[in-house]
């Protein structure tokens, strides 16, 4: 399976679809299966070193790279512990549900399999109501998409990643030896 991720400043839906289907027919006409090919668009996240000159994400735009920032106004100490705002509303966007999903993705892809738990903690969810049923969902649309494979039930429901699994091999490969046999 092809996974396509797009690390962008704000794209409209428009430009998304048209750069998405480029990727897709681009990989198609290289072999791919158009259903084997998933595009992900995200916010940029990290800075940026570019001929030269170190660009901080959230300015790395044409203009932005061509004059100087105006210095930033002091902002309020943080609060400790902060609730993000996806977290204690009673709806989440669907920029939110998409980035959930795909940070669920690729969780996936790092361990192979997942419990609805282990998502949650992953996800850094365990605190919120909404979760267990949201997450539902997710698994629920990477199964139809055939992402992921369903096995077991009730609180034994783990979900594996039918694709390459980025986690590190831990254990060291097998190795046959035939054995030397004397015959007389």
């Given at each position: 399976?092809?996974?396509?991720?797009?690390?962008?400043?704000?794209?409209?839906?428009?430009?998304?679809?048209r750069?998405?289907?480029?990727?897709?027919?681009?990989?198609?006409?290289?072999?791919?299966?158009?259903?084997?090919?998933?595009?992900?668009?995200?916010?940029e996240?990290g800075?940026?070193?570019?001929?030269?000159?170190?660009?901080?994400?959230?300015?790395?735009?044409p203009?932005?790279?061509q004059?100087?920032?105006?210095?930033?106004?002091?902002?309020?100490?943080?609060?400790?512990?902060?609730?993000?705002?996806?977290?204690?509303?009673?709806?989440?966007?669907?920029?939110?549900?998409?980035?959930?999903?795909?940070?669920?993705?690729?969780?996936?892809?790092?361990?192979?399999?997942?419990?609805?738990?282990?998502?949650?903690?992953?996800?850094?969810?365990k605190?919120?109501?909404?979760a267990p049923?949201?997450?539902?969902?997710?698994?629920?649309?990477?199964?139809?998409?055939?992402?992921?494979?369903?096995?077991?039930?009730k609180?034994?429901?783990r979900?594996?990643?039918?694709?390459?699994?980025?986690?590190?091999?831990?254990?060291?490969?097998?190795k046959?030896?035939?054995?030397?046999?004397?015959?007389e």
């Amino acid at each position: 399976m092809a996974f396509v991720i797009i690390e962008s400043p704000s794209l409209n839906s428009d430009q998304k679809a048209r750069i998405g289907e480029r990727i897709i027919t681009a990989l198609q006409h290289e072999g791919l299966a158009p259903g084997s090919v998933v595009v992900l668009f995200q916010p940029e996240r990290g800075d940026i070193y570019l001929d030269g000159l170190l660009v901080k994400a959230e300015v790395a735009t044409p203009a932005a790279l061509q004059a100087p920032l105006p210095p930033k106004p002091a902002a309020a100490p943080p609060t400790p512990n902060p609730v993000p705002d996806f977290k204690a509303k009673a709806r989440r966007s669907k920029p939110e549900l998409q980035d959930m999903k795909a940070r669920l993705m690729k969780e996936l892809q790092d361990k192979g399999s997942l419990s609805s738990f282990e998502a949650q903690v992953a996800l850094d969810l365990k605190e919120c109501d909404w979760a267990p049923a949201t997450l539902r969902r997710l698994f629920t649309d990477l199964e139809e998409a055939q992402l992921i494979a369903k096995s077991g039930q009730k609180r034994g429901t783990r979900y594996v990643w039918k694709g390459i699994v980025n986690a590190p091999q831990t254990t060291p490969p097998v190795k046959l030896v035939k054995a030397d046999t004397e015959e007389e």
